[in-house]
């Protein structure tokens, strides 16, 4: 039977009701590699790179070179029910996510709806340590072969960002995340798209309180920036500011896994209500191996490999911050991929 012929068809009650275990599917950070001049959409470097990135100003004497390193995963720290918080392991889990449920019998297909819950909250109750939707109670049916879930996390989405799919859209659902202009206030968006269950095997009194486990993933790219090397005639200088002009900040997510394991997102070009440029004020010294940003000033962006003439630009001190950037490098071309850190690492 087929969803189209399901359609409407009363969901029967059965016996013990939905609950959920939270799987850890992130990635936790790993060695550095530089990326490559082809880099797989899984991230891994399939060629050695040509070399690093000289700044625009061919006339500079001395120039400046950006190299990018690829890491796996996506640096954390224990607080992620406040910020965008990079989410490293199980502590470190939102507070509550959101799930849609659709049950049906035979085959999945795009007239499937999200029948037995829609966007639902749930959160981790306090008695039973199990993940429980708020509000009631949800029961596995009787009379449906099948359910298929589908989550994110964290469920309070920023201003811009929300659940595209309504109740009544049939297939996999599409999420909308709008990039914040505070960087601050950007979060590691997580979603689970697990296969599909049977209903006996979970509505059984056997094992009352099965918990369906939900494996979250990355969804979004970690951008960070340090110093790699200093050279001479700079040591002792500092750096005074570095920005990512240009940036898309509207993405839409098919929440479904491709071939690769990775997630499909649509970022259209847009027009500049779509992009933003981040910008870092800061005094800090020219060190080698040095950190610029980490922690809560990590941009967390889409992943995706960059079409557009997109730059990095940095001012160092005694450089006017109302003039121009004096060093400019193009990174267009480059793939920022899921679930990974970006690092853009400078030699001055």
């Not at 941009?299 to 001012?315: G, K, R």
Request: proline share 7%; aromatic share 10%; charged share 20%.
């Amino acid at each position: 039977m087929s969803c189209t012929k399901e359609e409407g068809e009363a969901l029967l009650t059965g016996t013990d009701p939905v609950c959920f275990e939270v799987v850890d599917g992130w990635s936790k950070p790993a060695a550095a590699v530089p990326q490559a001049a082809a880099l797989g959409s899984d991230g891994r470097v399939r060629e050695r790179p040509s070399g690093a990135i000289r700044e625009e100003d061919a006339g500079a004497e001395r120039p400046m070179f950006l190299e990018t390193i690829v890491t796996d995963g996506i640096p954390g720290r224990p607080q992620a029910a406040t910020r965008s918080v990079q989410i490293e392991d199980e502590a470190d889990f939102y507070d509550s996510f959101g799930v849609s449920a659709y049950a049906y019998s035979g085959d999945w297909n795009e007239q499937c709806k999200p029948n037995l819950m829609y966007n639902v909250r749930v959160s981790r109750n306090a008695v039973s340590n199990r993940w429980v939707p708020d509000g009631r109670r949800y029961f596995w049916p009787k009379n449906k072969e099948w359910v298929r879930f589908f989550a994110y996390a964290p469920y309070s989405l920023p201003s811009g960002s929300r659940l595209l799919s309504t109740a009544n859209d049939g297939g996999i659902p599409k999420i909308r995340y709008r990039v914040p202009a505070n960087v601050t206030d950007q979060i590691d968006l997580l979603i689970a798209t697990p296969d599909a269950v049977r209903s006996e095997d979970y509505d059984v009194l056997v094992y009352p309180g099965k918990g369906m486990p939900l494996t979250f993933r990355h969804a979004l790219t970690a951008i960070q920036f340090r110093v790699k090397s200093v050279a001479e005639q700079n040591s002792g200088r500092r750096i005074r500011r570095v920005q990512l002009a240009d940036i898309p900040t509207t993405g839409d997510c098919t929440m479904q896994l491709d071939a690769e394991g990775g997630l499909i997102w649509e970022i259209p070009r847009g027009t500049s209500a779509t992009r933003n440029t981040y910008t870092f004020d800061l005094d800090i010294p020219l060190v080698s191996g040095q950190q610029i940003t980490e922690g809560d000033q990590t941009l967390m962006m889409f992943p995706h490999t960059i079409q557009a003439d997109l730059y990095i630009h940095v001012w160092l001190d005694g450089e006017n911050l109302d003039q121009t950037a004096p060093h400019s490098f193009g990174i267009q071309g480059q793939t920022w991929p899921i679930g990974k850190t970006v690092t853009y690492a400078f030699s001055m």
